[in-house]
């Protein structure tokens, strides 16, 4: 069972990076694929990249020119570097695990994080 915890969000100036790191303190980490969502006021849960336990990865076909997702094993942890961010960038950002390969539909995930806020100013 994976229980995910979501650290650094938080407010960045646009044309700026951020990364985010999503701890699971679960026991089946090395098994998991791992997808990060991203959720702004008023609209739905939308896909931003994903990693399956094999580190293949999958990208949204909008963000994949700047967002980079990777899995460090030894630490249990699953980031998402994002770059020249944009205020369309501010959104809730969640990160999500299921077993084995990853999914850009966020209905294959069984387990959510809390999720961390990002917010980018002009």
């Known amino acids: 069972q994976a229980q995910l915890t979501e650290y650094g969000g938080g407010s960045v100036q646009a044309g700026n990076s951020l990364t985010l790191s999503c701890v699971d303190s679960?026991?089946?980490?090395?098994?998991?694929?791992f997808g990060w969502f991203r959720q702004a006021p008023g609209k739905e849960r939308e896909f931003v990249a994903a990693?399956?336990?094999?580190?293949?990865?999958n990208y949204a076909d909008s963000m994949k020119d700047r967002v980079t997702i990777s899995r460090d094993n030894a630490k249990n942890t699953v980031y998402l570097q994002m770059n020249s961010l944009t205020f369309e960038d501010t959104a809730v950002y969640y990160c999500?695990?299921?077993?084995?390969?990853?999914?850009?539909?966020?209905?294959?995930?069984?387990?959510w994080g809390q999720g961390t806020q990002v917010t980018v100013s002009s």
């Open positions: 679960g026991n089946l980490f090395n098994r998991d694929g």
């Open positions: 990693i399956g336990w094999t580190g293949r990865t």
């Open positions: 999500a695990a299921r077993p084995g390969f990853c999914s850009y539909n966020r209905y294959a995930y069984d387990y």
